[in-house]
């Protein structure tokens, strides 16, 4: 576990530094958008999903600058996707990374242009990605497939409609397919199209994305639950509050404590054709199954 830390902490550096370059931007018309911008996008974070790409571009030989500027631009939009997250109209949260929220700081209408300019300047970015042609259009597609409405924005729809509402498992899953998942998924495919890569490796790194985004899912939901605020930098049982469906609502808490270990499993398991070169894979796995939930 010390050793995956240590690739995890090294990696999240280079993305910081990335996205730091990235947002020294020639022309400012607003200053005031970049400012808001840079709070929450250079906040912090594990980084995970442009971590995805890098170890993914890892795995397969493939172009390792080119995945670490389109894990970047995923964590662009990952960014946004908080912002606008943490919205009064949305989930009204206070505190995100241990900071206040964008709004709060910067007020609505900025926390919301900000969150846009992020967005597109997310594609903007990936529209310079030094690759052939086809595969660059594979990732600004899949991109923008696993961010918009076939993906997080529709299950952020989702999310708030089940609110108050008793889903099945089935319709909580479909919910955290697209909400959490999606850019999960985008994450290790745009690592896959920086490389070369055959039918059964690609197949085989999207069933590991399917199942560690289910599983990031539920150690989210248990966190809000057990975890610390301190610790998580975030408010913790928002989702009790929002009165949300959540794996150990419906399942209790061994139970989905349960399910998070058996998906943790299964997206190691996928992985073993490509033999002890996916370790980093799959000890990220490890990593997100037990960061403090045991």
Sequence with gaps: MQEIKKILAAKAEEVELKLEKLMTLNEEIAPQLTEAMKYTLLSGGKRIRPVLSLLTAELLGGNYQAALKAGSALEMIHSYSLIHDDLPAMDDDDLRRGKKTNHLVFGEAAAILAGDALLTYAFEVLSELELKPEAKIKIIANTAKFSGYQGMVGGQVLDIEAENKKLSL????????????????????????CSDFNSAEKRALLAYAENIGVLFQIVDDLLDLTGDTEKLGKVVGRDQELNKSTYPKLMGVEAAKKAAAEHAEKAKNELNIFGSRAHDLKDLVDYILKRHIV
């Design 170 to 193: 089935a319709e909580m899953q479909k919910v955290h397919r697209a909400k959490t998942g999606a850019l999960i998924k985008a994450s290790v495919l745009n690592g896959l199209y």
